[in-house]
């Protein structure tokens, strides 16, 4: 798609009935991510989520995704300790559920580990710019890259990442003239948040775009429709209706014979 020109379309999905909607929708890739101990897990980083969690998300989505490309997001720790760690942790995923890729986070310091995982014929998404594994480093969620030596280690890191073996880079907030030069430097495809319309395709957090996830959305976030709302309407239009008996209607319930019913009382 990268030599074609055609953009590439990726969105996060955590669990099967949203699977289903992203893949019928055509997207072509599904991400997994880790995003999910935040919108699926109520914690306030994606730190403390786990391996088994993560499997236990990957499975359901690769039920609900018959055509689009289901990539895996590894957790935190669970591919920094050691290559063969991140070996059997990579391998869980394509071992216990469908997901075709696995996705970590970092440039020349997992270099290595990424090389190790395609070796073993895993394919590999990269991930720079903010990468929220290192939420405590950057100190915060923060632009990166944006003075000359954090962009120029980006760019390096991007292309350390290609050699390596990755097929597929994400480049989170990262200033549009950086993601385009990453962009044009590389034969992998980028796949652009927050980093301007310039990449090969672009993913978002679809509890954002939905507008499900009640916290303010980031800059880049488009919120293409507010969820949020519309189910809090229609909870409340609930406990309104059963509190009146107006739910359920006739329509929702199941009649017997009169002669039963007389024989019963
Ligand atoms: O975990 C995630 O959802 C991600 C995307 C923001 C790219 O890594």
Known sequence: MKTEGKPITMLTAYDYSMARLVDEAGIDMILVGDSLANTMLGYDST?????????????????????????????????????????????????????????????????????????????????????????????????????????????????CLEEAGAFCLVLECVPTPLAKLVTESLGIPTIGIGAGPHCDGQVLVIHDMLGLYPRQSPKFVKKYVNLHESIAASLKQYKEEVAARTFPGPEHCFSMSEEVLKKLY
């Open 47 to 159: 730190l403390p989520v786990t391996m088994d969690e993560m499997v236990h998300h990957v499975k359901a989505v690769c039920r609900g995704a018959e055509r689009a490309m289901v990539v895996a997001d590894l957790p935190f720790m669970s591919y920094q300790v050691s290559k063969k760690e991140a070996l059997r942790n990579s391998g869980r995923f394509l071992k216990e559920s469908t997901a075709s890729a696995v996705k970590l986070e970092g440039g020349l310091e997992i270099a290595e580990t990424v090389r190790a995982i395609v070796n073993a014929g895993i394919p590999v998404v990269g991930h720079l710019g903010l990468t929220p594994q290192s939420v405590h480093q950057m100190g915060g969620y923060k632009v990166q890259g944006k003075d000359e030596s954090a962009a120029k280690k980006l760019l390096a890191d991007a292309r």
